[in-house]
């Protein structure tokens, strides 16, 4: 167990931010199984923009890397093209 008063804080903020992460993780999760879920290729438009934009939100907070973002994007993307 921490000691010190600022040892204190970091644990309470750190399982804090620990927490949120887990929650945006998976929101981001269910965001990309609803997507590649939908048929329909009219649809699929506007989960993939909603999906996009969290993906985006998520690397520029530093919850998942830029590039881990990036490779779901371009998955996402193929999926989508093909139902066209």
Same mark, same amino acid.
């Given at each position: 167990?921490? $000691? !010190?008063?600022? /040892?204190? @804080?970091?644990? #309470?903020?750190?399982? @804090?931010?620990?927490?949120? &992460?887990?929650?945006? %993780?998976? *929101?981001? #999760?269910?965001?990309?199984?609803? +997507?590649? &879920?939908?048929?329909?290729?009219? +649809?699929? %438009?506007?989960?993939?923009? @909603?999906?996009?934009? *969290? +993906?985006? %939100? *998520? ?5 998942? !890397?830029?590039?881990? /973002? /990036?490779? $779901? %994007?371009? #998955?996402?993307?193929?999926? /989508? &093209?093909? +139902?066209?």
């Amino acid at each position: 167990m921490p $000691q !010190h008063k600022s /040892a204190i @804080k970091r644990v #309470k903020t750190s399982l @804090k931010q620990n927490r949120r &992460n887990v929650s945006y %993780k998976s *929101l981001m #999760k269910t965001s990309i199984k609803k +997507l590649r &879920n939908t048929t329909d290729s009219e +649809l699929i %438009k506007d989960d993939l923009k @909603k999906t996009y934009s *969290l +993906l985006d %939100k *998520l690397s520029s907070k530093g919850i998942i !890397h830029k590039n881990k /973002a /990036a490779n $779901q %994007k371009s #998955k996402l993307t193929k999926y /989508a &093209n093909s +139902l066209s």
